[in-house]
């Protein structure tokens, strides 16, 4: 059975720093990895997919990277911005592509 | 198209009421997920669907949850009898998988807060 862990559970940074969210998971079989950000009180929004076949992912700032022998996952999120506080959210897709959420790394960026 | 849509956005009901909620996913997307999310947790599979078929339903889902999906467009999740424990958000998420598995990715939509009380 899949789990998902995120360390760590809440972090906090001054402005323009470079940090790095982890993502453990138990079942190497998964088939894709997915990065969502949540806002509080709102639904997920999808920053990176990476497929299982993919070492990494870029958009913008973010970086996503995914070890399946190692069962790991990060977010790297580069010159930090106070809009990038919210929950970020890795999922694990398996062979139903049903995703297995961590329970998220609630991050505040301190302007 | 506009996303996945979910109606109603939040919902208030007296314990032991019926309460049904929407989804309309995006058009083009072949598989339709509910998951339901407690505070300070991550979202947990409900059950999805394969154009119309449902193809898997969680143990969370008791006998009290059901899902629709006619004709593989809009999809309902309906609670009967609500309990406070089914107070959560509801999300709906959609997306399209194509050959081999491959998944080109979820979209979520807002979700539907429910308050049992």
């Known amino acids: 059975k899949q789990e998902v862990t995120q360390i760590p559970a809440a972090l906090s940074v001054p402005e323009g720093e470079n940090l790095v969210l982890n993502c453990s998971f138990t079942?190497?079989?998964?088939?894709?990895l997915q990065w969502f950000r949540q806002d509080p009180g709102k639904g997920l929004t999808s920053l990176l997919l990476?497929?299982?076949?993919?070492r990494e992912q870029t958009s913008g700032r973010l970086n996503a990277s995914l070890d399946k022998s190692s069962g790991r996952s990060t977010l790297y999120i580069a010159a930090s911005q106070p809009g990038d506080s919210a929950t970020y959210l890795c999922a694990g897709g398996g062979a139903t592509n049903k995703l297995i959420f961590g329970t998220g790394t609630l991050l505040a960026v301190q302007p | 198209d506009t996303g996945v849509s979910q109606n109603p956005r939040h919902k208030i009901t007296k314990r032991g009421q019926n309460v049904t909620f929407r989804c309309d996913p995006i058009?083009?997307?072949?598989?339709l997920y509910w998951y339901r999310q407690t505070l300070g947790q991550g979202p947990e599979f409900l059950t999805y669907?394969?154009?119309?078929?449902?193809?898997?339903k969680s143990r969370l889902l008791s006998d009290r949850f059901s899902a629709e999906r006619p004709k593989g467009s809009f999809s309902t999740l309906e609670i009967q009898r609500t309990e406070q424990g089914d107070s959560a958000m509801y999300l709906c998420?959609?997306?399209?998988?194509?050959?081999?598995?491959?998944?080109?990715?979820?979209?979520f939509g807002s979700g539907t807060r429910l308050t049992v009380v």
């Open positions: 669907f394969q154009n119309e078929a449902q193809l898997e």
């Open positions: 998420a959609s997306s399209l998988e194509g050959r081999f598995l491959y998944n080109y990715g979820y979209t």
């Open positions: 990476i497929q299982s076949s993919q």
């Open positions: 058009s083009e997307h072949n598989r």
């Open positions: 079942d190497s079989a998964i088939y894709n």
